[in-house]
């Protein structure tokens, strides 16, 4: 059974994004960090966005060997990404609909620079022809994916999780995970998404799993 993630030229691109994350996302963060600190609260939504331009912020390999693994068993032919970033989730991904046969990944990201960097990486990876990178604010870029999507990726703005699954509802097929990365980072901001998927009688069957910064994983059930 193939794993491109043990291979070239996917190992290389991962190890050496991964270094690079491990560099850069210190210096971005702390500051905005020490910054909020000094305010005593959250930074607003524009002005943060503008403090994390440079920053990876990815999943860890931990979760991104999940990942692939979620998408390789569950035989996924079509996935969709919230918050392509630099593109290293989004490589996880990729892999593993080549190493199961084939598919289709969309994935949006509203940073240009990131836009145009992330598809260098798909490219350098060899996973350009899986991978159709949308530029833009996800309400809109991810109105028109085509149906019977099999699994979902939200790893973007928190406070956009829970419109941008609405929005995706109806494409969706039944039995198709939904991933929702970094849910204990700010859970305030996110207390609507989980509320949405584990209220009484939800239309998903979710459970919290305790890795990287936390994850939730939920599952269409109609």
Known sequence: MPNSLQSEPVAAVLDRLYAQAEK?????????????????????DRELAGMLRRAFMPVSRDVGHLLYMMVRTSRCRRVIEFGTSFGISTIFLAAALKDSGG????????????????REHFAEAGLSDIVEVREGDARETLRDVEPDVDFVLLDGWKGLYLPVLQLLEPKLRTGSLIIADDIDLMPEVLTPYLQYVHRERSPYFAVKVPMGDGLDVAMWTR
């Open 24 to 44: 850069i996302d210190p210096e971005v963060l702390e500051p905005a960090m020490a910054e909020a600190r000094r305010r005593k609260g959250p930074l607003d």
């Open 103 to 118: 598919g289709t990944l969309v994935t949006t990201e509203l940073e240009p620079d990131k836009v145009r960097r992330a």
